[in-house]
């Protein structure tokens, strides 16, 4: 049941052609809807030439749509998380606390990029009142990073490499993470070294 009614609303986005496009990338930044990433490669296959300004379309769209989360948890707080995310939102908001307790701004990059819920931080980060303009700068960069992989996979590859566009990603997020990882495990031991020679 609810794989024909995801069916049915990507076949309705891609109807719509961009405004489609853009209102599926907008939605799923709070609420549960197609991820935008098929009616993006549909878009892309159909016609390559313009696979970036769709991808700029679907990163544009799904920022503000991440605004809408962050403030649908900024005002509903932990009822409004437990409305949308009824089965296991105690887990779910739990583990993007921790998330947030060790990576700060970066988990919110990792959720945009990674095929990890991103509705799911965009309202807990309201919540956990995260500084707004962090959380859009992480969000508007991990999201447009993953939709323009996907566009321009698909530009360059096309239809032979549809199938594996979500283990592509899935692989570059790993690099990303363990690169953003080193890089912050660096940055606070640096700043441990400082503070203890400063002493």
Do not use: Q
């Not at 739990?94 to 060790?102: L, P």
């Not at 956990?128 to 530009?155: E, P, Q, T």
């Amino acid at each position: 049941m609810i794989s024909e009614l995801f069916v049915s609303m990507t076949k309705f986005f891609e109807e719509h052609g961009i405004w489609g496009l853009a209102l599926n990338s907008f939605v799923e930044s709070f609420f549960l809807v197609p991820p935008p990433d098929l009616v993006l490669s549909i878009m892309d296959l159909a016609k390559p030439e313009n696979s970036l300004f769709y991808a700029l379309i679907c990163t544009i769209a799904s920022a503000i749509g991440g605004a809408v989360g962050y403030a649908i948890g900024y005002w509903g707080g932990r009822p409004a998380f437990n409305f949308f995310f009824r089965k296991g939102g105690k887990e779910k908001f739990e583990a993007v606390e921790n998330m947030y307790g060790k990576y700060g701004s970066f988990a919110v990059f990792f959720s945009a990029f990674t095929p990890v819920p991103y509705k799911v931080f965009t309202i807990a980060s309201g919540i956990l009142n995260m500084n707004f303009w962090k959380f859009m700068i992480a969000s508007f960069f991990g999201r447009g990073l993953r939709f323009f992989i996907v566009s321009l996979v698909l530009m360059f590859f096309g239809e032979s490499v549809k199938k594996y566009i979500e283990p592509i990603i899935i692989v570059l997020t790993i690099i990303v993470i363990i690169f953003y990882i080193v890089v912050y495990k660096k940055r606070h031991s640096f700043i441990k070294t400082d503070e203890t020679k400063k002493e």
